[in-house]
């Protein structure tokens, strides 16, 4: 039975009974009492009680006034009556249902509302009347995900530990409700890639990195890698992934690749050279390895800003096994520096390396000695540099040491004019360093240029082959880890035997 709700308003055509005998049918299954709506039934008789047909005699409470007796008895005047009541009523229905065919799309319910907004399934119609406001429909409500912001302000007392960048996360939205029949939306989320090669060799990890835990690509992809647009397209993003060097790479010009997260780059499989290709951390980059890697460059790139690897932000970094190779040979000035860590890079580990021929070495901490720059970047990095060997640099070497606290062991600087500089309120522990074949301005052998100290850092040195002019103040500072020190001829051995790259097969 199709019935419509709807408010009661005389129609002067319509006799008052035949509206009053509409206005008492039977309520309607699923329709709620105390309504002041007027219901009005179209369905045939035979099924369901309601308006009797036209066709039919009359019955129920549609009967009017003494319609059971004879028309004998009514006279003429009676006979006139009913005439009258039969055409008023054939004149009227046809009106009626004319009327009733035009309200009945209002009976629906609203229009199907999009997975967005849709309210939860009603197991009975609605009782509410067709011009009920839509606002007062409940509505889920959606939220809109907040962009990603990249934070740059640190507190300026410490250090601050900087958690691994990633997607940022919307805050908990309810969930619309669904139709329950749309089976065809669900999306099956894709398995993670396992690893299928080998990764950095993690055992030789030691400092702040293994203290940090750095695991850069480890549980992620491998992919080996044969041009330099591969290599920029698999370290830019922040995925986990060891990539490796299939080739020696090239590039007829300085490039620089930005590297994202949690990446391993490993100059292995017959080929580890990087040429004039320039890595710098970019705004993501934080938990990385670089190992067993070559790097060398044109002598037309010693500029200030021309530095083999850049690191200025982030966290946990594991350098290892890399060999970084100047052009003092063919330029003895420049201005280039082959590594730099600074900024608010933090967890940092130096080792296993070679750094040679060039007039720099290693810049180390943020390049301002103000005393804006030494609140902000109190602390900044904390690096180990151990096992490492440094040849033919004219100046910092093992570095120019900034802000930061230094752990400093095990290290072969040879072939030298300056080899520590510190400044800037560095704490620096030097131990079991092993330095020869220094020269002062004149070229002359000497070693006093040992230590360049500019009197506002901290500095202390435990059993190196040579003694320290010391102008800043002793530092307290020890690292909390455990190292594995050697003495400092050990040392030198040690480094001659095991730094820098090698070609893995």
């Known amino acids: 039975m199709s019935s419509i709700n709807r408010n009661y308003n005389p129609t002067p055509q319509l006799h008052a009974q035949c509206v009053i005998a509409l206005s008492d049918s039977p309520q309607?299954?699923?329709?709620?009492?105390?309504?002041?709506s007027n219901m009005i039934d179209f369905s045939p008789t035979q099924k369901m009680p309601g308006i009797p047909s036209p066709l039919n005699s009359f019955s129920s409470k549609a009967q009017f006034p003494e319609t059971h007796t004879s028309l004998s008895t009514l006279g003429g005047d009676g006979g006139q009556l009913l005439h009258k009541l039969v055409a008023a009523i054939s004149h009227a229905?046809?009106?009626?249902?004319?009327?009733?065919?035009?309200?009945?799309?209002?009976?629906?319910?609203?229009?199907q509302q999009s997975h967005r907004e849709q309210a939860p399934p009603s197991s009975q119609p609605s009782s509410r009347s067709s011009t009920t406001s839509p606002a007062t429909l409940p509505v889920t409500p959606e939220k809109a995900e907040k962009p990603f912001v990249v934070q740059h302000t640190h507190p300026s007392d410490k250090p601050v530990v900087l958690a691994t960048h990633k997607s940022a996360t919307p805050s908990a939205v309810p969930t619309p409700a669904v139709d329950k029949t749309d089976t065809t939306a669900k999306v099956t989320k894709p398995a993670p890639r396992a690893a299928h090669g080998q990764g950095a060799d993690m055992s030789g990890m030691v400092g702040f990195a293994k203290e940090s835990n750095t695991t850069g690509g480890n549980n992620g992809e491998v992919v080996t890698v044969n041009t330099v647009a591969d290599l920029k397209k698999n370290l830019e993003d922040d995925t986990a992934r060891t990539v490796r060097l299939g080739a020696d790479l090239s590039a007829d010009s300085k490039v620089t690749i930005k590297f994202g997260a949690n990446k391993t780059l490993l100059g292995t499989d017959g080929g580890n050279s990087l040429h004039n290709i320039y890595l710098a951390s970019?705004?993501?980059?934080?938990?990385?390895?670089?190992?067993?890697?070559?790097?060398?460059?044109?002598?037309?790139?010693?500029e200030n800003g021309d530095m083999q690897m850049f690191i200025s932000s982030g966290q946990k970094y594991w350098i290892d096994h890399n060999t970084y190779s100047g052009t003092k040979d063919q330029n003895p000035k420049g201005l280039d520096k082959l590594l730099y860590v600074g900024g608010t890079a933090d967890n940092v580990s130096l080792t296993n390396s070679k750094f040679q021929n060039n007039e720099y070495g290693v810049i180390l901490g943020q390049p301002d000695d103000s005393a804006a720059a030494k609140a902000a970047y109190a602390g900044y990095p904390r690096m180990t540099i151990a096992n490492n060997s440094f040849?033919?640099?004219?100046?910092?070497?093992?570095?120019?040491m900034r802000h930061g606290n230094f752990d400093v062991y095990n290290n072969l600087i040879d072939n030298f004019h300056l080899g520590?500089?510190?400044?800037?309120?560095?704490?620096?522990?030097?131990?079991?360093?092993?330095?020869e074949n220094g020269e002062d301005v004149a070229k002359r052998a000497s070693n006093t240029g040992v230590l360049d100290d500019y009197g506002d850092a901290h500095f202390k040195d435990i059993g190196s082959n040579v003694s320290f002019n010391q102008?800043?103040?002793?530092?307290?500072?020890?690292?909390?880890?455990n190292r594995d020190v050697k003495t400092a001829e050990e040392a030198k051995a040690y480094d001659l035997a095991n730094a820098g790259a090698k070609n893995v097969k």
């Not at 309607?28 to 002041?36: A, D, F, L, V």
């Not at 040849?391 to 570095?399: E, H, M, S, T, W």
């Not at 520590?420 to 704490?427: K, N, R, S, V, Y």
């Open 28 to 36: 309607q299954p699923g329709m709620k009492t105390g309504s002041n």
């Open 93 to 111: 229905l046809p009106w009626l249902f004319a009327l009733l065919r035009g309200l009945q799309p209002q009976s629906s319910a609203h229009p």
């Open 282 to 302: 970019g705004k993501t980059a934080s938990n990385d390895i670089f190992q067993n890697l070559n790097f060398t460059h044109d002598s037309r790139y010693r």
């Open 391 to 400: 040849n033919n640099l004219d100046v910092r070497a093992p570095g120019l």
């Open 420 to 435: 520590f500089t510190a400044t800037g309120d560095a704490h620096i522990l030097s131990q079991a360093n092993y330095f």
């Open 471 to 481: 102008k800043s103040p002793v530092t307290v500072w020890t690292p909390s880890y």
